[in-house]
């Protein structure tokens, strides 16, 4: 991958400030209602992240838990999941941006981290 730094996509259930604050801080992230998957379900929303090349960062933890498994079971290849515990924005983006300064698009790919 040619790619250095993680791009994110966020869930629906995901504050869209906290796209607005990564972008402030020279990440790029684009929220569910700007990529028009707004109202798709899990595995879809999942899907989008994997064709854009995108981590996804979410607060549903059981249901990208099991697609996380899902997907590790049948050899498919996803660009990470963030499940974030319900904080305030700020909260949640200062936990994010630690793992976008610390780890690159290929040391993310298939993993799964909570902040």
Do not use: C, W
Request: net charge negative; no cysteine.
């Amino acid at each position: 991958m040619n790619q250095l730094f993680i791009e994110l996509y966020l869930d629906e259930d995901v504050d869209v400030l906290i796209a607005d604050l990564l972008r402030a801080r020279g990440f790029k992230a684009i929220t569910t209602q700007e990529a028009a998957q707004l109202g798709s379900n899990d595995e879809n929303q999942l899907a989008y992240a994997v064709k854009e090349q995108k981590t996804f960062l979410t607060h549903n933890r059981n249901d990208f838990e099991r697609l996380a498994e899902a997907y590790l079971a049948s050899d498919k290849e996803h660009h990470g999941i963030i499940i974030a515990v319900r904080r305030q924005p700020y909260d949640i983006t200062h936990r994010v941006l630690t793992i976008l300064n610390h780890v690159t698009v290929d040391e993310m790919k298939n993993q799964l981290r909570y902040v």
